[in-house]
């Protein structure tokens, strides 16, 4: 119900800042990219715990902020690595990429260092470590809830916070959102020995609570965890994730020491759509972990689709339309599986796929997208009639995996097709 409860919150505060605008009237802000450079602080402490060897570890965040920016209320997301919970860094580059590009956009953004280490490696040392990071999460927001009633160092709006991560980054913020009570903490777990759920990491007597979560390539114990009136979550999730599975799997550390079966982006979705929680997920097809971290061209366009997404999500629930909706980000959506046949919509192709894909629609009115494996629009089709077969030519594309997005007013079909040969 608090989760509920702030949700409402987040929705009202965010569209009545101190300045009495909401952040529709201030786009571009939020929207896009408006601020040509950031200023970032480095090694901000913003706590510190034992480690898992009973070291005390300074914990320390970089703060990215928008230069020039005069708003003296923005809202913040704090995002956290990957690297499976045994190495990582907050200057690791796809953080560094996230921090920068949000800040543009008007946000403030923080990128944390938290605890690691496990052993010997096993299921309950790894489930230990998630819970010590979802402990460093908390005490990251509570710190800037405090800097908000203190100092205000970093003019950060304290009722709209967003937490998200990579890979084990997105692990805590997931589990930091929806491992919530003592009910659903793991047996293996200790709280006399490692702390309750709000953790001693530091700036005790202020709320810890996000108002939504940030998946990158992540997952969850258990997606039942996640019950209505829970904050609102965004996916984004690669089908070839060799790290992290994609649906519900075996977690691998290394690829090679079974820890436990946790749910993917995947499961996650399927699940909390049952009860129609708020929430978007991107699939990345053909894609592995990551795979919009690095320099390569690929990881480029895999960036720019992430930051689009994200985007998108983030101002949609603050009551904006985005302009650019593509890729879908602008509504709650329901994936119906990869593969799957609509009822109204199928798909065939030539025999080689080297002609053309053809689209057999019956039913409903809406919209075909196509997009590449980067995620990137590459046609669309209005389907008007009640009724309709039409063909798209493969000489238009290179050889590759496209994915065919059927909208109606209903919600998202999303279909795998292997387009040319």
Sequence with gaps: ???????????????????????????????????????????????????YQGVNQILKMDIYQPSGDTLSQRPLIIFAHGGSFVAGDKANTDQINLCTHFAKRGYVTATINYRLGMFPINGATATDAVYRA?????????FFRKDAATTNLYNVDPTVIFIGGTSAGAFTALHTAYMNTYAELPATIDTSVIG????????????????AV?????????SSWIVPGDIPLCSMHGTADGTVPYSSQMLYLFGIVPIMVVDGSYAIHNYINTFSHPATMYTWYGADHVPYDGGTASAIAYLDTTLRFVSNFLYTYSGCIPSDPNPLANTVYTTTGIGSQSAALSVTASSPASDFIRLNHVGEKGIVRVYDEAGRKVTSLAVDNASETFNISCSNYQNGIYAVHYETVKGVEILKVVVCH
């Excluded at 402990?135 to 509570?142: E, G, L, S, T």
């Excluded at 309750?196 to 108002?211: D, K, R, T, W």
């Excluded at 940030?214 to 258990?222: H, K, R, S, Y």
């Design 1 to 51: 119900m608090k989760n509920l409860l702030l949700a409402v919150l987040f929705l009202t505060s965010f569209n009545s800042y101190s300045q009495s605008s909401s952040p529709c009237s201030l786009w571009p802000r939020y929207d896009q990219e408006i601020f040509p450079s950031v200023d970032t602080t480095y090694n901000v402490i913003y706590g510190s715990n034992s480690d």
């Design 134 to 142: 979802c402990q460093d999460m908390k005490a990251a927001i509570r």
């Design 196 to 211: 309750n759920l709000e953790g001693n990491s530091g700036n005790p007597g202020y709320s810890s609570e996000a108002n």
């Design 214 to 222: 940030i998946n990158l390539c992540g997952a969850l114990g258990e």
